[in-house]
DNA sequence: CAATGTGAACGTGTTCACAGCA
DNA sequence: TGCTGTGAACACGTTCACATTG
């Protein structure tokens, strides 16, 4: 049960699983098949056995999975129990959108203060907070609890202010940013990147 | 060199390729190895020789990559000679970001029409554009030459919005809704879903 | 008897290592 | 000599199939 030995890719579908069984507990699901969640999300029944099987024995044979039990221990694998306060850094267009998203809260995702490396934009308000500046980054790091930041600068900017982030003591980042950032080991990066994905739709729409 | 056999995995790095050989030709590189390559975007050469060596020969041993010709023919392979037309689906306060957002544009995606399903939102000014009913979406399709849908809509909708959107003829999908959306064979999807993104990096930030 | 949990088989993707060529 | 292109070896992820059990 060592995190190590799981599969980055099962991890990658653990959140799928909780969105599944969140919808099928709306409409009134108590005891749950692999099948039935595999409906959901199109994928094989096997497949999500599989995946659990990495965590632990979580149903019970001829019978399927507790949803509300199985729920538990997803969130608790994920470490989805606990809030995790993030900051933004870089309150541009891109960066006021994301302040205003309102799908990061209601998941334990709630961005707690903005940063800017522009010493135009610091001083000014965004939302409910008045943006800082990036020296003041540690702060949101000791006294906020801050382990997540959000990065919404240019392209240019944007590895010298992931190198910021991991200097104070950042440990995962959402970036927005259109580039390959290097972090060091330990470090966890999840890129945003919706022109990345339209370039690799193309190959397949091409020619018809 | 027939597309069917080029793994999907290969054709999500190519546009990594053309964004580090944009890199590379602003900074007056004429020929490029594939360690270059490699190093800007922290990956191992071989991987992106045996990569380009799906497509075809583009290199000269001992020498490298002419970085102008790779980077048409990597252009070429993914369709990206052409402006692809797209459609955006809701204008709630997602679809308003995304319609501001100056990023798709410049690399040839420009969203040309507007849709949304509300009878609140048909007729208001977005932008430059006049929301219109989905019914008008054959319109895009046919008129406008649009095979690519962006769908911005609560996540209750999307699935009937991306129903409509193949039914009328669209060929990619470029998904915000933070679900996990059934099409038939030979449509592409790609999500755009941030939160899922958060909800796995909490595993590995999780305990420390 | 129905559905889990899981080794074993399979398939896919990555890395290695080197032959071949400019 | 240096770097590509690529079979072969390897590692990783998925699927199968079935023993197990409530």
């Known amino acids: 049960m060592q995190s190590s ?3 980055e890719v099962v991890v990658l579908r653990l959140p799928l699983y909780i969105r599944a069984l969140l919808q099928l507990q709306r409409e009134g699901v108590e005891v749950v098949s692999s099948q039935q969640i595999g409906e959901r999300l199109h994928m094989t029944p096997a497949q999500i056995r599989k995946d659990l099987s990495y965590f632990g024995k979580f149903g019970k044979q001829g019978r399927g999975y507790c949803l509300r039990v199985l729920l538990d221990e997803l969130r608790d694998i994920l470490g ?8 933004l850094v ?3 267009r891109l960066g006021r959108a994301i302040i205003n998203y309102t799908g990061f809260a209601p998941e334990g995702f709630t961005i707690v203060a903005a940063f800017d490396s522009s010493d135009d934009q610091v001083g000014t308000s965004v939302g409910e907070f008045t943006v800082r500046p990036m020296r003041e980054l540690a702060d949101a790091v000791n006294n906020m609890g ?4 959000i990065v919404a600068v240019p392209s240019e900017q944007a590895q010298t202010v992931i190198d910021q982030l991991v200097d104070n003591g950042i440990k995962g980042i959402l970036n927005y940013a259109p580039i390959a950032p290097y972090v060091p080991e330990g470090i966890v990066v999840r890129n945003i990147d919706p022109v990345l994905s339209l370039q690799s739709m193309t190959f397949y729409l091409k020619d018809r």
């Open 5 to 7: 030995e799981v599969p």
């Open 80 to 87: 989805l129990t606990t809030d995790w306060p993030a900051c």
């Open 90 to 92: 870089g309150v541009g």
């Open 146 to 149: 801050v382990s997540i930041g």
